[in-house]
């Protein structure tokens, strides 16, 4: 037979979330809000996808993520393993013209709505 402890009285964690209720959204929060209603969050999306694509940049994470498989062994290896190998190098290797072509579409979203 076990004896039972007894609980350790603790203060209540307190929530996060209700602190938050009180406080104002931050500027990246309006702006991300602002782009989902008006759709253009997705619109960026499927243009990032689309960019993505055309350049190679998926292939070359596909190989990369096959490659990682055989190394480890295809019952060795998790999507959490995946992706915390490869999106280090996928961030990296985003092309600078696709990049620059989404920022310049955030920033014309961005005058467009501040006027």
């Known amino acids: 037979m076990s004896a ?12 996060v979330d209700r602190d ?16 989902i209603e008006s ?14 694509i055309e350049c190679g940049w998926r292939d ?3 190989s990369l993520c096959r490659a990682y498989t055989r190394k480890k062994g295809r019952n060795n290896v998790t999507v959490d393993d995946l992706v915390h190998v490869i999106t280090p190098k996928g961030r990296a290797s985003v ?18 709505t501040a006027t």
């Open 4 to 15: 039972k402890r007894s609980s350790i009285n603790r203060p209540p964690t307190p929530d």
């Open 20 to 35: 938050r209720e009180n406080q104002e959204p931050t500027l990246q929060e309006i702006i991300n809000i602002k782009m």
């Open 39 to 52: 759709g253009e969050k997705e619109r960026l999306k499927e243009l990032l996808r689309e960019r993505l």
């Open 60 to 62: 070359e994470m596909k």
């Open 95 to 112: 092309p600078d013209p696709v990049k620059a072509e989404l920022l310049q579409r955030i920033r014309s979203f961005l005058a467009s």
